[in-house]
Each structure stands twice: as C-alpha cells, then as structure tokens.
C-alpha cells in the first residue's frame, strides 16, 4: 500500500524516534499485509522501541506473522491486547536472531511466552523435565529445548530473573536435557540399560548452576554393574549409552545441535575411558590427579543417571577437593594454570576476551575458587559450586573485605550478563565483545544503555574490567595485612588461623613469623606503613612465586629496616617499574644475593631501571678500583676499598643473572642459556680481574710506592684465563716477572715474591664476602716450584722439562693483571706449546686419555653420584672442555679459530672447520651451558660451591627455578640434566676416547 508524504514523513520521524535504524525499511515492513490489524497501533512502536534492536524485532515479527498457519490474527491480537507477552515476545526479537529464525520455523512457539504467572517465573528441573517428555528422538528434543530456552531468554531480557538465576535456569535445563537423552539413549539399547549403572556427573558451569547459553556441557561418568553383573560387560554397556548420550547432545540435526557434551574432565582426560567405576575414579584421584583436576571437582554434582551412584561418588570425591590446598606447590599450581590460559589468547584477541582476558570473568573464577580450596577444608559454608554464592560467603566470614566483594559481584554480574547477551543473538559460543557498531549498540541497550549506547558500553565495561584486575591479586593477598592491621572497632579482619591457612597454602613454611614480618613492616600511620601496604599484596605473590617465600620476606624485612627511612628507597619500589618485583625475585632466589645485597643495602638502586642490571665491564672498572686503592689510607683500607666494588658488582651480576633466568613483567626471562652463561662468566672474571689489580697495587704501594722494581704481570688460568668463572670459582693463575734494567735479579725477585705473598694476605683477610681464592698449582713443578718466575725461567723450564697436562692448562693462559707487555710476551712464549706446529703424535694422544681416565677415578668425590656431578661427572664440564682442548691441541696450528681460552668459542670453531659435526657440537655445548648454570645455581641458591645438586628439597627447588623450571617439577629438572649429560658422554667417548 501507498502511504501518503505526509503520513510517511511523520512514521519515518517516529521510527527514529523510537530507535530504528533503518527508518525506511521499517515502514516497507510495517506496510506488509500480515501486519495490517496492528500497523498503526501506536502501542506496536513503544514495544518496538523497547528492545535492544528495533530493526532486529521488526523483522522477527513480520517473519513469526507471515508464518502463522491460519494467519496472524490471534497473534497480532493477543500482541496488542497483552503488554507482558507484547514485552516478552518482541525484546527476545529484538535481542536474539537465532530464536527469531526458530519461531519461523515453528510459528505457534510464541504460545510458550502467554503463561506467565509468578508460580512459573523460577521453573526448575521438574518443569523442563515435563515440557521435555515427549520428545522422543534428538530432533524432537531440539525442538523442546529451544521451546524452553525461548521462555528463559524471555524471562532474562526482561529484567524478571537477574544474571544469576538465568544461569541456575539454563543449568536445570541442561539437566533435564541430560535425562531426556539419557532416556532415549536407554529407549535404543534396552539391554544396555539393564546390564549396568550410570550416573552423570555434571561439572564446570552446569555443575555450578551457572550455566552460558552457548556452553560445553562438561560431565564425567560413572559406571558400575547391576546387581550381580559382569563387570566388564557393564562398564562396555555404559560407555556405549554416554557415547549415544553425547551423540544426541551434540550431533547436528536438521534443528542445528543442542550442546557439546564434553567428557575431557574425567581421570585421564581424552585417553581415559569414558567410564569408570567409582572405585577406580578414587583410585585415580588418589595417585595421579593434577591439582586442577580437584579444582575442578569444586563444581562437580551428580545431574542424571543413577542417583544413588552419583551421590556415592560426591561422597567418596568431595573430602579430597577441601584436602587440596595441603598440596605442594598448590597456589603456584592455580596460577599457572591461570596464565596458561592467557598465555594462549591470541593477541589480536585478548583485548577482545570477555572470559579469559585479563580483568574477565575467569579472573573472578579462579580467585574465588583459590580462596574457597584454601579456606574449605575448615569453613564448610564456602563449599558452594556458584561463584556469587561462593563469593558471599568468603564476605560473609571474613576472608574477603565486604567492599572488595561486593565490587568483584558487581563486575561479574556486569560481565555475565555482557557474555549472556553476545551468545544470545546467534546462540554461538563466543566471549568476545564484537567490533561492529550494529552489535554494539544492540549490546549496550540490551543492558539498558541508552543515551549513548556504545560509549557507554565501552566505559562500564573497562570500568569492571579494571575493578576485576585489581581486586584478581587484592583478593588474596590484602587480608593477609588486615590480619595484622589495627583495625577500627568493629571491622572484620582475616583471623589469625585463616591467614596462616593462606600463608601456608602459599609456600610459607613459618606462618607465625610470616605474619610477625608482616605487623612489622605494614603497622602503623607512617609514610613509610602506607606505601608498604601498597607494596606488599603485590610483593606477597612475588615470593609466593620463588621456591622459598620465607627467606624473600625475611629479606625484604630487613633491608627496609635498614633502608626505611630513605626517602628514595620506597619511591624506587612505587613508582620505578620493576624494581619491586626485581627485588623480589631477587631476595627469594636464595642466599647469595640477599647476603650481598643485606652487606651494602644501597646498592638496592641497582635493581630500579634494566640498565641498571648490566654488568660493567673491566674496562669500566678497573680504574674505579685502581683511585680508590690510590686514595686509601693504607693496603688493607685499600682491599677494603677494592673489595666493597667487588661486593657491589658481584650484587649486580647475580641480580642480573636471577632477573634473566625468571623474567619480570619488563624484563622478560632469557631465552638464550649460552648467552646468559657467557656474558656471568664474563662479568666475573672482569670483576676478579679488577680486584686483583687492586690488591696487587696495594701491595706495591705497602712498600715501593708507584713503582716495584721488576717487572709484573698475573697471568689467568682455568675458567679464569677461559672468561668463564662461576660464582663459586676459584681464580687460577701464574705469577712472571722480570727485572727492570739495572735491579739486581734476586732483589726483583725478592720484591715478586713480596708482593705475591701480601696480595694474597690481603685477599685472604677475613670477611663476609664470598672468598677469592687465588690458586697458583697450575705453575711450573706444582706446589714444590716457585711461586713467581722471570720470564726467562719460565722459558727455560718449557723448553726442557714441560710435560703434556702444562701443555693443555696453558690453553687457558691469558694475561689478567699488571705490565701488559709482559703478560702478551708471556703469551707468545707459550703459544708453541698449547698450539704444537705439527698437532700431537698417538703418544701424546695416549696420555692425555690416561691422565683424563686416572682424574675421573681420583678426584671424584666417594660416594659421588657420578650422573649428576656437574665436574667430574659423566658428560659434566670436564668431559665438554678436554674434548674441545683435545681439538685444539690437534689442530690449532692450522685453524686459528680454534686457538682461544674459551670453550664456546673453541667448540664452534670446530664446527665451522668441520671438525666435530653440528649435532655433535650442539649435544657438547648444551651439556657445558646446562652444567654451569647448575654450578651458578646451587652457589646463588646456598651461598657457597657445590659440584651436584643440594640434597634440600627446598634449595633443590629453586635450583630448579633458577633453570626455569616450575615449581613441582624438580624431577624433571634432574631428568633432563641426566638426559643431556648422557648423551654428551656419548660423544665425549666418540670424539675424545675413540670408542
């Protein structure tokens, strides 16, 4: 029909009015003849623009009319003549496309949305169960589900349930749907049925009765015989009934699916069998289950099947989820679990994820759950499957601020309902908000948005978000300050027994003095208090992180007391990045670090910027050293001087090396073991370089002043020469000298002797420090030969009486300290030994292998585990570098890339030469990074030198993080070193051994 410019003008107007998008289509619509009783009701646009989409609604109308069989009379009719069903029937239109195209295709559904009294407002399982009975086959079980989930989203959109009670509607639907398929699966196969027992166990949301629309349902089964039964012909029956269960669930019909049924939450997940007995689900969880698999038991109810079964298993499974929170590693566990799941986000997505993102409702979740499995195990009210409930009673008894509660059930209720609405519109399981205008603005005003719909949706959303991330750590950290705060009269704080239930389940093995440590640094109305209760729910976690949380708060206890009343100090933790969480990382890796760091608290500035972590090298350094032994009163002052640089820098590398091998939110751990392992190795030996260097020069100013009488130079051997000092290391080396021109021989050598014997007093002057031993074995005849030589000397006892192993140590020979000159024609003295013209003949081959074999037989520790003795031990370091000097001696002569003191670069010139294969050389070089990042760990873990792994299951646990392995999986730490180390014995035997 035509309508007149006047009328069309006047419609159009209204319409936009109203809230239509596309005015003119609207009246082509309006103008249809099924719409004709009603088109200029003015009641028709009201409704019409109380719905999300008004478009969207338009269109669901002219659809659900024209598909009346005997026209649309009684429809338009009963629209016009009653508001609740007007309201009803076009918001869902107006909201949900996907039920839209089911009332065209089954047009008297709309009869559903007419009884609508208060007695049928909370259906529960009974009442699907009812308007599901008789549905007979899967498509006619679609049919009625969709029936009912069109009176659940009815019910929804028009404010008469809130989030919560949609949710517990769509999980009773999902349990009456479970029954109905189960009885057609039992309907198909009567002998099935008869031969066993099975129960369906509901978890994740339907267990909880907080179900999506569009959702896995997720369940386990349980089977057992009928009485007298085979029990292995019942269990092959019962799995044959879930998988027909499934089938019906979840195959596509010509009604589309109902659900998924998924079954991967049971023992063994998708190599399980899809039914066990109860007796084995028990077993299962006894031995093998993972501590998600017991969170993920806190939801777990009995739905369908045999009931009796299915409380059986509740009953024998419930007392394991409240004893998981006693488990090892239990909070580590959670979270890790948490941030897999981020981890695996995709990033043009995460900003998008409603669910899963930071601040999204698995956030809620998972903090909820956290607290529940900690306090559950003696505070039965919080052994609730629904989250708000959950979350209320943790308000309820104390164990969450009634404030932060009540945000975090706020946010989540937004949340949820922001996800209802996203799966509503198509019935498609997502949790992304879209990106589109249109389903923005159909979003935001199915919420009630309506002024400006997206921007509003964007604010409230980020607005929730944001409360979520901050309270996500709040949660379960803050209360454990308000157990030790002074409270005002009548608040309600964490009791003391809840917070050491926290404390523990976070790794804390003393949760007296935790708390103790934690009244101390947050009590009271100081500057210094507040900023540490900002610091601390954060800094908790942190330690919580690290394999021993005890000694991380101790420390941080007692560096601000003694750094407190600094100003700068708590300013560097608030407001520079990660300096917090670096010092965190750092005061839990173990005790070297902590003790450094506790002898010169300052130089926690270190830790307040990434470049701040950089070691400084020799070059920078030494003069450093060098004016502060100038400046020095006298030369133990002086080593004093030199020694407190050391002390610095060795702080500095070690926190380095700790922050590298855990990683910060800014620094990102170091994916490159080598690189990590070169550039310690590099910064100690400058450091040990440097501190010799001073102590040298104290000593020459003792007694000569600016300048000694011969000639002197330290020459570095071992790791030491190689750049590759661990933190435990020892620094190897030889002494030459030489007469300057004109001073009699003896009296030079009188002077050497002098200054070898102070240098090493002063460096052997009792202190706190780690120790630098210098170790001068390596030099001609041993311990019964000088201790210093003249170059000549030197030369003299080469040429004549050198043997093979001097041959190979002075691989490693490399000038360290003093006259330089000296040092480099020292170097050219001995290059013809280490670097034969002609290689080494069969004998000389021969002898290093009998002197290599002999050392493996003597030197090891009795008793010694020779798999994991990183040294001596099969594939450790000493197979690795006499392999590689082996090489070197053989070949040098004609491959200068093999003619340097260090063992990585040695190795790959090998490589590039072709004398060593690449997966050779990559098995050798793997074994040698992963043996002296277990050496630096167990020195950074225990504070003094170990050649294996401690024996302290704590220690041997931060070892294991030092290495970059979670907690919980220190065996496989042990595993892959055996692995590693065996298969570089392989090729040691090969290569070096000739087998």
Known sequence: MTTAPGRRSSTFTRLLRHGFIDASAAERLLDVPALAPVRSDPVLLDALGATADPDLALRGLVRLAEAQPGGAQELLSTLVAAKPLRDRLLRVLGASEALGDHLARHPLDWRALVTYEPADLHPGVAEFERDLADATDPVSLRVAYRRCLLAIAARDVCGTTDVAETAAELADLATATLRAALGIARAAAPDDAARCRLAVIAMGKCGGHELNYVSDVDVIFVGEAAEGGDEREALQAATRLASHLMRICSETTVEGAIWPVDANLRPEGRNGPL????????????????????????KARPVAGDAELGAAYLEALS???????????????????????????????????LKLGPGGLRDVEFAVQLLQLVHGRSDATLRSGKTLDALAALAAGGYVGRVDAAQLDDAYRFLRTMEHRIQLYRLRRTHLVPEGDEDLRRLGRSLGLRTDPIAELNREWRRHASVVRRLHEKLFYRPLLDAV??????????????????????????????????????????????????????????????????AGLLGFRKVSDALGKTPWYLRLLRDEGAAAENLARVLSAGRLAPDLLLRAPEAVAILGAPEGLEPRGRGHLEPEVLAAVGRADGAEQAVAAARGVRRRELFRTAAADIVASYGTEEVP???????????????????????????????????????????????????????????????????????REGVDEQEAARAANRVVAEMRRLLQLPTADPPLLIDADLRPEGRSGPMVRTLKSYEAYYRRWSLGWESQALLRAEPMAGDADLGRRFVELVDPLRYPAKGLDEAAVREIRRLKARMENERLPRGADRTLHTKLGRGGLSDVEWTVQLLQMRHAHEVPGLRTTRTRPALAAAREAGLISERYAATLEEAWVLATRVRNGVMLVRGRAGDTFPSDARELGAVARYLGYGPGHVGEMVDDYRRTTRRARAVVDELFYGA
């Open 275 to 298: 039914v066990r007995t109860l007796s084995s689900h028990v077993a299962y969880y006894q031995r093998w289950a993972k501590t998600w698999e017991f969170q993920a038991l806190l």
């Open 319 to 353: 007392p394991m989820v409240w004893q998981a929170a006693e488990r090892e590693n239990f909070v580590a566990d959670v979270q890790k679990m948490r941030r897999r799941v981020v981890d695996n986000i995709p990033p043009a997505q995460i900003d998008r994820e």
């Open 485 to 550: 705060a002074q409270l005002a009269p009548g608040e309600i704080r964490l009791r003391p027994e809840a917070a050491g239930e926290r404390l523990e389940a976070l790794g804390y093995a003393d949760p007296a003095a935790a708390l103790r440590h934690l009244e101390a640094l947050s009590s009271g109305v100081t500057r210094k208090a507040a900023i540490q209760r900002t610091l601390l729910p954060v800094l908790l976690g942190w330690f919580a992180d690290s394999a021993d949380p005890d």
């Open 669 to 739: 751990a170091d994916a490159d073991a080598g690189a990590l392992v070169d550039r310690v190795g590099q910064a100690l030996t400058d450091l040990t370089a440097v501190t010799i260097a001073g102590a040298v020069r104290a000593a020459v100013r003792a007694e000569w002043g600016d300048e000694l009488p011969t000639r002197f130079a330290v020459i570095g051997m071992g790791r030491f020469g190689g750049h590759e000092l661990g933190y435990g290391s020892d620094a190897d080396v030889l002494f030459v000298h030489e007469p």
